[in-house]
């Protein structure tokens, strides 16, 4: 009963390829995130979908496409992958209470996140 | 400047000891303030949020000074199983849309 899966745990694969992660949540929640985790650790927000609804577009090369078929799924596609790219990636969910802004912001359920690695 | 700032440490510290983090934000309109741990290789989990007022959770103390846009965490009575990455996170509205941003974490070693 995981509340956010991601798939897959680990993916190594050559530069200038194309690969797909997704992620899948249960608990219900109207919003998913995409975060990367660079090699300092820094944890940063890339995308945001609330309810199929792109909200949130960092600055990401547009080679990482992400795609929302519905609210319980959020899948990150990159396009030419670049050794750079290579970092921990994090699906989240959380259920947005209504507030101040777009909702008042409740706890983010991570997954355990895929290890990228571009050789 | 980096919008959340923390020492990464490590800190090492005995069983028992108490030892504290802090955390600076630049953006003085941020909403909302919470303490995420992320252990070695794992998501990160909400260990709490952090109310103006202070709050406490067992061994665990979190402080707001919303003046200084300066956040901090207490653990008392340390144990071996705190050892982890301690992320300082605070929420921010842009756009009329509510993002975290977080910290580097602080790294802690609690040692027998």
């Known amino acids: 009963d995981t509340a956010v899966s991601q798939t897959p745990k680990y993916l190594v694969t050559q530069m200038g390829n194309d690969k797909s992660i997704k992620c899948e949540q249960n608990?219900?929640?109207?919003?998913m995130y995409w975060y990367k985790q660079d090699s300092k650790k820094f944890l940063k927000i890339m995308f945001s979908?609330?309810?199929?609804?792109?909200?949130i577009n960092e600055t990401v090369p547009n080679r990482f496409s992400p795609k929302s078929p519905d609210k319980a799924h959020l899948n990150l596609h990159i396009n030419s992958l670049e050794l750079g790219d290579s970092a921990v990636y994090f699906c989240?969910?959380?259920?947005?209470?209504?507030?101040?802004?777009?909702?008042?912001?409740?706890?983010?359920?991570f997954g355990p996140g895929t290890r990228l690695t571009v050789l | 400047r980096k919008e959340v700032e923390q020492d990464p440490g490590p800190f090492n510290v005995p069983e028992g000891a108490t030892v504290a983090f802090n955390c600076t934000y630049s953006?003085?309109?941020?909403?909302?303030f919470f303490w995420y741990r992320q252990d070695c290789r794992k998501e990160p989990k909400l260990l709490m949020s952090?109310?103006?007022s202070g709050n406490e959770d067992g061994r665990f103390t979190a402080q707001l000074n919303r003046a200084s846009q300066y956040i901090s965490l207490l653990i008392r009575d340390s144990k071996l199983s705190d050892s982890a990455t301690y992320l300082c996170?605070?929420?921010?509205?842009?756009?009329?849309?509510?993002?975290?941003?977080f910290g580097q974490g602080t790294t802690l070693q609690v040692k027998p």
């Open positions: 996170v605070v929420r921010t509205i842009s756009s009329n849309t509510g993002k975290l941003i």
């Open positions: 979908y609330n309810n199929k609804e792109l909200i």
């Open positions: 989240a969910s959380s259920q947005e209470r209504r507030g101040v802004g777009r909702g008042y912001g409740s706890e983010q359920f």
């Open positions: 953006n003085s309109a941020s909403q909302s």
């Open positions: 952090v109310y103006s």
């Open positions: 608990l219900g929640h109207d919003t």
